[in-house]
């Protein structure tokens, strides 16, 4: 049913021209759904429009034309208290988790931060960090360290936690593993679907390797040439 999924309708996005760039189109008439606890792969070449797809999927950008739906509604069309409840909900987790962790600050006060946004109090934040740390398997020393300190394998768990934080039903997931080694891919692929059994969250997984895509999706289309052709 589409009142209870995230569906992209005819979505369609062209930069026009300006003073030093020629127009471009970077995709049309794409349309797909993603529903609780599913995945939807998106494949395709470098430079086909993967992620800017994604944002848009996830309100940080505009289409062009077309809409995307939540819970039948056009982000188009929703007021601001459904916007709010948009942003919160659907998620996006990017390629690099460097760029999701401030460098100058520990990774205990970056997650405190959080909580304070979402109205934790303060007295709970402990309790809720460890709980963060059991779901994606980090060690509390975590905590005192700062970005750098940290591999890329845990700062992409610490990336996933900070958003489960947010209790959200969607999350947009941008190439998550390309930078990591293959032991570490396994890793974070087998935690993203016990994180998907547990809390019945949907998933678009971007990503240009089809072993990734098979192995995570339940259904998934090739981008290409700026159309999508659903294989499955």
């Known amino acids: 049913m589409f009142s209870i999924s995230l569906r992209a309708d005819r979505l369609s996005k062209t930069y026009e021209a300006g003073l030093l760039s020629t127009g471009k189109c970077i995709f049309r008439e794409v349309s797909f759904e993603i529903r609780s606890g599913k995945t939807f792969g998106l494949m395709g070449s470098s430079g086909e429009g993967k992620s800017t797809l994604g944002r848009v999927v996830a309100g940080l950008e505009k289409a062009t034309t077309g809409s995307v739906y939540y819970k039948g509604t056009p982000l188009t069309l929703m007021k601001k208290n459904e916007k709010i409840a948009f942003r919160r909900k659907v998620q996006i987790m990017f390629q690099d988790p460097t760029d999701a962790f401030n460098p100058r600050k520990k990774i205990g006060h970056a997650i405190s931060e959080v909580l304070a946004l979402l109205g934790v109090p303060e007295a709970r934040h ?3 960090t460890e709980e963060m740390l059991i779901t994606t398997g980090l060690p509390k020393e975590v905590l005192s360290r700062y970005p750098s300190q940290i591999s890329g394998g845990q700062l992409q768990r610490l990336a996933l936690s900070r958003i489960l934080l947010l209790d959200p039903e969607y999350i947009v997931l941008d190439e998550p593993t390309s930078a990591l080694d293959v032991s570490v891919q396994a890793q974070i692929l087998h935690m993203l679907k ?13 990503s240009h390797d089809e072993i990734v895509i098979r192995f995570m999706s339940d259904s998934y289309g090739v981008l290409e040439n700026g159309q999508l052709k659903i294989i499955e």
Do not use: W
């Not at 016990?194 to 971007?206: A, D, F, P």
């Open 126 to 128: 402990s309790s809720k």
């Open 194 to 206: 016990e994180v998907q059994t547990e809390r019945n969250t949907g998933y678009l997984l971007i």
